[in-house]
């Protein structure tokens, strides 16, 4: 299947997803200031439809989403509106997503990012920088749902160790 054909079934599911998901509770976060309130998710992909419909499905369950279109307004959006996790694409225009994740974790060293991508070798060089997880596109929603779980709920410590190369864990999400 080509690129084009992976990324038109991988929308389709992100909109049938979307209208069929049953509607959840708002997820419970306790950051900084905020005791009980939606995590902020920055939602960084160059194509439109994929900002739009992955970021409908992730509002549905109970996230608030900032979308960018590409690295540098994901760093000028993060700046802004600090995020608790990231979902960023590789292959942008302007600032691609290695550029943008390592802006991003020099303003937080210690935040979630997935990177989510078509490029089927990513997974050492997102092992090597301390990607929390990867996943290549198309994308399995369930399991990236369940993913941001797990890393929005992660200890600081672990996220630490991740980062650090002392125990490397990014995740292979398939």
Known sequence: MDKDSQVGVARAKLKAHASTAPR?????????NRTMSQPRVLLVDDDRSVLEALGALLESEGFEVTRAANGHDAVEKFREHRADIVLLDLNMPV??????FERLTSINPLLPVIVITARPDAYPIAKTAGVAALMQKPLN?????EAMSELLAEPARQRFSRITNQEPQTRYLR
Not at 24 to 32: D, H, L, Y
Not at 141 to 145: A, E, F
């Open 141 to 145: 929603i369930s399991r990236l749902l």
């Open 24 to 32: 959840k509770r708002k997820p419970e976060m306790n950051t900084r």
């Open 95 to 100: 600032k691609g997503g290695w550029d943008a």
